[in-house]
């Protein structure tokens, strides 16, 4: 029951980071230790809820192809658990700014008259750069980086163009990868770019993969985990397999 008479609570969105328990922020780690109560992404493991055994956990996680909890179902959560609690945490995967519909969060809490404050993580495509030892950007090869993803809302009709920057991180877009190769070689890119795909990054059932446009064409193995496909001349600066010290699988790689 929540009292009429008490303030509502502040909430706090949180950035759990890549997947890692260790990824997470000082502030956000220290944030989690006081929560009474904490709506988790699906992506947010059991060793970073332990941070926060105190308090009521919620899993309000959406898994492309799993049933998934409507958005507005959440935002309305959101707001139903600062009028019950002091200290609420909604933790997001990543960073909470980045393809984690924020916005809508944030707007819902803001119509309520609840106060809130955003705590940044670590996005994804850093993690997945680190993971590989490859940096997004290059001197003399790489000026720009584009994080982008295919995924559209129901009534947003699909982006045919392709972000024009020398490096590209596509999120959500393992199915897609074959249609992305299509349309950069189409865009003019060559075949022979590289490609360095990372599922699980940072997590221990961490596996790359590592191929080029052409083979990119073809599509991507089966993936259980969450997927990023990066791409560019960037890419070729390293030996994936030696700085990742785990097996890489490669796709007929043209180099
Ligand atoms: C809804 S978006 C959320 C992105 C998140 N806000 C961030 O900043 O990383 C989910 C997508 O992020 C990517 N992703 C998240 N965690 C990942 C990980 N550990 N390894 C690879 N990709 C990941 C995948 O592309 C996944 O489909």
Redesign the pocket.
Known sequence: MTDPYQPPGKVYLI?AG??AADLITVRGARLLAQADAVLHDA?VTEEMLAYCPQAVKINVGKR?GKKSTAQRFINKLLVNSARKYQTVVRL?????M???RADEELHALEEAGIEYKVVP?I???L??ASAVGVPLTRRGVARSVAFFTSSTAPDEPDQAKLPDCDTLVQ????REAALTAQRLLEQGRSARTPVVV??????PEQRILRLDLRTLQLGLPAAS????VMIGEALASRNVALHAQQPVQLLACAR
């Open positions: 950035g890549p997947g992506l492309c997001k995967g990543g960073d909470p980045l393809f984690g993580g996005t994804a495509a993690a997945a999120y959500m877009g393992g990372v599922e699980n990054a940072s997590l985990g969450p997927v990023l």
